[in-house]
């Protein structure tokens, strides 16, 4: 409603952390940081329509560059792996 000045805390898609206004973008209609949507192989940073958004067995959803969007699963999890990304804990059901 207007006028309301409570606001819901937003979450990083990527980190799960909050998001301020100033550091956020919209990346899969998701709030993420700015710093968090690079390239899960090679770092760089992603650009709006010309990466892709993936999940990934065991290490959840990454971010891939053009360069690296076409690469096969199991070379993504390697580049995943050789930038020191750890898998995510199983969860409880």
Not at 1 to 28: H, L, P, Y
Not at 40 to 50: A, F, I, P, S, W
Not at 63 to 83: M, N, Q, T
């Amino acid at each position: 409603m207007f006028g309301d000045t409570q606001q819901r805390e937003k979450k990083c898609g990527f980190c799960n952390e909050e998001v301020s206004k100033a550091d956020e973008m919209i990346v899969e209609r998701k709030p993420v940081h700015k710093n968090c949507f690079k390239c899960g192989v090679c770092g760089k940073e992603c650009k709006v329509g010309q990466s892709l958004a993936q999940q990934i067995p065991e290490f959840g959803c990454f971010f891939f560059c053009f360069d690296h969007r076409l690469l096969s699963p199991g070379e993504k999890v390697e580049g995943i792996k050789a930038k020191g990304y750890q898998k995510k804990a199983a969860s409880k059901k």
